[in-house]
């Protein structure tokens, strides 16, 4: 009883460690102008305004840069998933040469900094006449996210008994379509994970979307984002409110997602 008990505070304490940046910043989004900066900073705001949010809002450039993170990140981030499932149930489910090598060149790929990508990535985009196009980050996005993907949904397909299909391809079905009505609905969660995980990689993506896209009306919310400083100093109140919308598509994709694979999974045991 007594370890149980002190393992709950330690995961308590744990949670409210990695919780208040976010609530700082939400704090430090609601305070009036010129408070947010300050030596003796009030855990609970004294006093809440909306003026830093109502600055984010009409900042110029916030809707177009959603509109752009958002049709590049979602694009990327679904063809990474099929992509990428499609490569997990091939090093999951069939045995050729090199498949170990193979395995571990998607783990070493996961490894590679940003920055040692930059360059060849630069030099390739400007190359096929993509730079200063967001189709140059869909395919950089692409590329990032694939190895983590495939290698991710490679355990999750492992973790489905092989069994299942041989039985359903037994009853009839061929292997795609007991892959279609059995091994995709339980992959749900591993869905869920791994798309989530990957749209926060592709979503708060800066250094690609800062090299590869120069024109304002086509550049990112993190771009976006670092406009609220400028030579003049930094409008902490305005960039912490402007962060807060910057995590609610992520939130909102998060919850989506998640409903409607719940859904598919609980389907699929059904029909199964």
């Not at 959603?66 to 998933?81: F, Q, R, W, Y």
């Not at 395919?139 to 489905?160: D, E, M, S």
């Not at 994709?253 to 609980?266: D, E, N, W, Y």
Request: charged share 10%; net charge positive; glycine share 8%.
């Amino acid at each position: 009883m007594l370890k149980k008990s002190a393992a709950n505070v330690a995961g308590l304490v744990l949670a409210l460690f990695f919780l208040f940046p976010t609530y700082w910043m939400i704090t430090s989004a609601l305070k009036p102008k010129g408070s947010t900066i300050t030596s003796d900073y009030d855990l609970v705001p004294l006093s809440v305004t909306m003026s830093n949010f109502v600055t984010a809002w009409s900042k110029p450039g916030f809707l177009s840069s959603l509109g752009n993170s958002l049709m590049v990140t979602l694009t990327a981030v679904l063809a990474s998933i099929i992509v990428g499932i499609t490569a997990a149930v091939a090093m999951s489910r069939f045995s050729f040469r090199g498949r170990k090598s193979f395995v571990l060149l998607m783990l070493v790929a996961q490894m590679a900094p940003f920055e040692a990508l930059l360059i060849p990535m630069f030099l390739m985009m400007r190359d096929l006449q993509l730079y200063e196009h967001l189709t140059s980050l869909v395919l950089v996005y692409f590329a990032v996210t694939l190895p983590f993907c495939a290698w991710t949904l490679r355990g999750f397909v492992n973790g489905i008994p092989i069994e299942l299909e041989e039985a359903a391809m037994v009853d009839g079905c061929g292997r795609w379509g007991a892959f279609q009505k059995v091994t995709l609905p339980l992959l749900g969660p591993g869905l869920v994970a791994t798309s989530v995980f990957a749209f926060i990689t592709a979503w708060n993506e800066f250094l690609f979307a800062k090299v590869l896209i120069r024109s304002q009306d086509r550049e990112t919310l993190p771009v976006w984002l670092s406009g609220f400083q400028t030579a003049f100093g930094t409008d902490w109140g305005g960039a912490m409110a402007a962060s807060v919308l910057f995590t609610v598509p992520a939130l909102v994709f998060f919850l989506i997602v998640q409903r409607k694979m719940v859904a598919g999974v609980t389907a699929g045991a059904v029909k199964g």
